[in-house]
């Protein structure tokens, strides 16, 4: 599985963006797609996830209400609502795929492929 993020930029804080990651691969087997992000400094945190084929969805506490996470199985894309955006949601933004379904799916380790990131930044 390949993944390629896009969408990122710069932001004041109230606004919104739409992050994207486009899947692919062949057999496409995946459990799981995530978001994370890391600021500088700082370690890569899980921000969202969801299951690849029921659509279920789970979020950080310090993002609840504010991000959304969807998927699109047909065109094998993924994507991430950020509205009422703040400056701590500044940082490089990944999406990876966890295919066999490993727990803990919030943890790094359980992913096994990766996007590039795209830097988001968000200004007060």
């Known amino acids: 599985v390949q993944l390629q993020a896009s969408g990122g930029g710069l932001v004041q804080a109230g606004g919104s963006l739409r992050l994207s990651c486009a899947a692919s691969g062949s057999p496409f087997t995946v459990h799981t797609v995530a978001w994370f992000r890391q600021a500088p400094g700082m370690e890569r945190e899980w921000v969202a996830h969801i299951r690849w084929n029921s659509g279920s969805t789970a979020y950080a506490d310090s993002v609840k209400g504010r991000l959304i996470i969807s998927r699109d199985k047909d065109r094998r894309m993924v994507y991430l609502q950020m509205d009422s955006l703040k400056p701590e949601d500044t940082a490089v933004y990944y999406c990876?795929?966890?295919?066999?379904?490993?727990?803990?799916?919030?943890?790094?380790?359980?992913?096994?492929?990766w996007g590039q990131g795209t830097q988001v930044t968000v200004s007060s």
């Open positions: 990876a795929a966890n295919i066999k379904g490993i727990i803990p799916d919030h943890h790094v380790g359980s992913y096994d492929a």
